[in-house]
């Protein structure tokens, strides 16, 4: 979603300007036109000859270079550009912006755009934790400035610390999370599954599979990169944690299970890219088995099948690992468990997925049309299921989530008690973390439990607001005001 976008990246005085060099690399790379803004000092740690060298165009350094292509270089600038990037950005420059100060061509740059602009600070750990560069960089945040980092870490100083420059996977992709905010897949929240789970035979083995988690990680930031929330269930991987997405990590089917009913009732679409284990062993060991001369025998048991028990109102996206047969197969699934789509693989191949960069797949939607994809990198093929996707999902309609109308439960057993809607337990943080509920008997402290069974949900109980309200029975309607989603709320009877 990078291509024919334009970036204007500046680079201050700073030692990690050098770094800078990679990020306009892999930017011009992914298609995007650069144009590199040094300061004076910038050109002392890194020669603007570099950034000719991987963008293809030069740096500004003066904004009176008769030279210049650029008309009145820093509103020229200014205007053309879809996103601003400092990186790295000193303490120096980050005063400058935080004052209006504007003497060179990058703080005039700044100044004179509508653009968004990101920061990525970088300097030493005293520098950037003085009080003076705190009020700095929180006024910029205030205005709308994004900033990436710093990092805790070694720095050039020899001294460990607050400052160290963020890595550049991590820019590159805050910039693409906030280039994609008006893409097609904007205001959408997307689940997405990863990787392999794994199954415990014993405190050291495992039945697990061969999935990287690579093809719903290129699923997951892509999704990000046209403008989703993304929530990414995932399984144990190598990977690096996508930037601007909201990981739930998890083991075996039944935590992605869980994991994945908590997520889809705030979900437009979920897609299940990971290779869950479909068998577990039905007792699991508490100590190492000990390797003896006779065979092993376990006996297995099934999985959940998560798209199979999974229920509502969203886009259904399911993955095939076929060795044979892979259209048949693949349509037979589709059908079975009702999916909007399913991307099929052929797992025999060389070339393409499980621990490979690249894939070579068949899309097949819910009418038995299949469209069959060259071999891609993962990302592209990514892309090609989203567009898919963004054509699936009807527009939503609006819900007030300011407040939750909800049905009073009692039981002889467990009393009265706050049962909580499926499609509203999202404004809710997860089972035993507090939260604080207004009452007409003051602010009281409860947090949320798990069901009973399977015909219960996720409550909690309320015994001393319910002393003060005899009259309530099972049945009665109540009403809970979010006041701040995770933290504070207020409970109303009707």
């Known amino acids: 979603m990078l291509e024919v976008k334009t970036i204007v990246l500046g680079v201050t005085g700073s030692i990690a300007a050098y770094k800078a060099v990679d990020i306009a690399n892999q930017l011009s790379r992914a298609g995007v036109k650069v144009d590199v803004v040094m300061t004076k000092e910038a050109t002392k740690f890194v020669a603007p000859l570099s950034f000719r060298a991987v963008t293809g165009r030069a740096a500004v350094i003066d904004m009176f270079d008769a030279s210049s292509e650029f008309n009145i270089t820093h509103i020229s600038l200014a205007g053309a550009a879809n996103i601003v990037v400092i990186a790295p950005a000193t303490a120096n420059i980050i005063a400058k912006l935080a004052t209006g100060i504007a003497d060179d061509v990058l703080s005039c740059t700044v100044l004179a755009t509508k653009a968004p602009v990101v920061i990525a600070p970088a300097m030493d750990v005293n520098m950037y934790g003085n009080p003076v560069t705190q009020e700095n960089v929180s006024k910029l945040k205030e205005r709308g400035f994004i900033f990436v980092g710093p990092r805790?870490?070694?720095?050039?100083?020899?001294?460990?610390?607050?400052?160290?420059?963020?890595?550049?996977?991590?820019?590159?992709?805050?910039?693409?999370?906030?280039?994609?905010?008006?893409?097609?897949?904007?205001?959408?929240?997307?689940?997405?599954?990863?990787g392999s789970t794994q199954e415990f035979i014993d405190p050291v083995r495992i039945i697990t599979n061969r999935s990287s988690g690579k093809m719903g990680y290129a699923l997951a930031e892509a999704a990000r990169d046209r403008g989703a929330k993304v929530t990414l269930i995932a399984g144990p991987t190598l990977l690096t944690r996508p930037v601007?997405?909201?990981?739930?990590?998890?083991?075996?089917?039944?935590?992605?299970?869980?994991?994945?009913?908590?997520?889809?009732?705030?979900?437009d679409v979920l897609i299940m890219a990971s290779a869950v284990a479909d068998y577990r062993?039905?007792?699991?060991?508490?100590?190492?088995?000990?390797?003896?001369?006779?065979?092993?025998?376990?006996?297995?048991?099934?999985?959940?099948?998560i798209l199979k028990e999974v229920s509502g109102d969203f886009i259904r996206i399911g993955f095939a690992a076929e060795s044979e047969n892979l259209v048949e197969n693949a349509t037979q699934k589709l059908q079975q468990k009702k999916l909007d789509l399913i991307v099929a693989n052929d797992i025999t191949a060389k070339d393409s997925g499980f621990g490979a960069d690249s894939n070579r797949v068949t899309i097949i939607d819910k009418d038995g049309k299949a469209k069959k994809l060259?071999?891609?990198?993962?990302?592209?093929?990514?892309?090609?299921?989203?567009?898919?996707?963004?054509?699936?999902?009807?527009?939503?309609?609006?819900?007030?989530?300011?407040?939750?109308?909800?049905?009073?439960?009692?039981?002889?057993?467990?009393?009265?008690?706050?049962?909580?809607?499926?499609?509203?337990r999202f404004l809710f943080p997860q089972y035993g973390v507090p939260f604080t509920v207004e009452t007409g008997i003051g602010d009281l402290r409860v947090h949320m439990k798990k069901p009973h069974s399977k015909y219960d949900k996720d409550h909690f109980h309320f015994s001393d607001w319910f002393k003060t309200h005899p009259e309530l029975q099972g049945g009665d309607k109540l009403i809970i005001e979010v006041i701040e989603p995770m933290k504070r709320y207020r409970l109303k009877t009707e």
């Open 374 to 424: 060259p071999l891609l990198p993962k990302r592209e093929v990514a892309e090609k299921v989203l567009d898919k996707v963004a054509k699936l999902i009807p527009p939503k309609e609006k819900r007030d989530l300011s407040r939750i109308e909800i049905t009073l439960i009692q039981s002889d057993i467990t009393g009265k008690r706050i049962s909580i809607p499926q499609n509203s």
């Open 244 to 267: 601007g997405v909201e990981v739930i990590n998890v083991c075996t089917a039944e935590e992605m299970f869980q994991a994945v009913k908590n997520a889809v009732p705030r979900a």
């Open 152 to 194: 805790f870490g070694k720095l050039a100083s020899g001294k460990e610390g607050l400052g160290r420059f963020a890595n550049t996977e991590e820019i590159i992709g805050v910039i693409s999370q906030v280039l994609g905010k008006k893409g097609d897949l904007a205001n959408k929240h997307a689940v997405v599954t990863a």
């Open 281 to 305: 062993p039905k007792s699991t060991a508490k100590e190492k088995i000990k390797k003896k001369g006779a065979g092993l025998t376990l006996e297995l048991e099934l999985t959940p099948d």
